[in-house]
C-alpha cells in the first residue's frame, strides 16, 4: 500500500508486482490486468472489495525468469460491486487487510497487509 491508513470517503493505492522465481524455460503467461493480479480487501473473514468483480480488458504477458510486473491497483474505499464509487457507500472506519493474489496460480500471493480507515 502507497501508505498505512486514508480518511473514510478517501481511496488508496496498491503497487502490485509479480516476479517469476520459476525453473522452466518456457515461462510463464499471467494475465496482469486487475482481473488477474486481483487485490481482495477483508474485514475479519467478510471479503470488502476484490478488483476483478467488474469486467476489465485482460492483459496476458509471458515472463521469464527474473521477469517482474508492476501495476498499480486503487481501492476506492467502498465495498464492491460493478458500479460507480461515487454512487457506492464508503466504507466504516476500522481495520482491513489486504492481499494480492494471482489468478490461476493458487500459491502465488502476497502476505496480508493491514490497512486502517480512519
Not at 486481483?38 to 504477458?61: A, E, F, Q
Not at 467502498?78 to 457506492?88: Q, T
Not at 493474489?101 to 493458487?106: E, R
Request: some cysteine.
Amino acid at each position: 500500500p502507497a501508505a498505512s491508513s486514508f480518511g473514510v470517503g478517501g481511496t488508496m493505492d496498491f503497487t502490485a508486482s509479480v516476479k517469476y522465481n520459476g525453473s522452466g524455460k518456457a515461462g510463464c503467461l499471467i494475465d496482469v490486468s486487475q482481473a488477474g493480479m486481483v487485490l481482495t480487501i477483508k474485514s475479519g473473514k467478510d471479503v470488502v472489495w476484490k478488483s476483478n468483480v467488474c469486467p476489465v480488458d485482460t492483459d496476458y504477458r509471458l515472463i521469464a525468469k527474473g521477469d517482474e510486473v508492476k501495476q498499480t491497483i486503487t481501492w476506492p474505499g467502498v465495498r464492491s460491486e460493478c458500479a460507480d464509487a461515487a454512487d457506492l457507500p464508503n466504507v466504516d472506519r476500522g481495520v482491513y487487510s489486504a492481499q494480492l493474489s494471482v489468478k490461476g496460480h493458487a500459491k502465488t500471493k502476497s502476505e496480508p497487509v493491514g490497512i486502517t480507515v480512519e
